[in-house]
């Protein structure tokens, strides 16, 4: 079951922008719902096709996550675990995106 908040750019002064070559930043928020514990979770950015992983990374306690360089193109935002219902989140970067990208995930327990 997939669950989705938010998924938007934040824009930013020209000062700050990175290139589009660079990539954007991305920086996600799980939250844990519906009795959900809170732990550390692993979560992929996967291409398009949703075979290769691009990249890992954890999450810290408090549900906080990082992926650096992301650039123009779709992806697939994937949590697949034990504890969690698993999220395949669809995620497009476009040339109109710069600054920040922000994304919000709901994590619900397996029954």
């Not at 669950?3 to 928020?29: E, K, N, Y």
Request: glycine content about 10%; aromatic content about 10%.
């Amino acid at each position: 079951m997939l669950h989705l908040l938010l998924a938007f750019a934040v824009f930013q002064s020209p000062t700050v922008l990175q290139s589009q070559g660079d990539g954007f930043p991305l920086i996600g928020q799980l939250h844990f719902e519906g009795g959900a514990e809170r732990s550390i979770v692993e979560i992929e950015l996967r291409e398009e096709g949703d075979v290769t992983v691009l990249e890992r990374t954890t999450s810290n306690p408090a549900g906080q996550f990082r992926f650096d360089g992301v650039k123009v193109g779709r992806y697939w935002v994937v949590i697949e675990s034990g504890q969690y219902q698993w999220v395949k989140h669809r995620l497009d970067v476009d040339i109109r995106t710069f600054g920040l990208i922000n994304l919000e995930l709901s994590l619900y327990p397996r029954s």
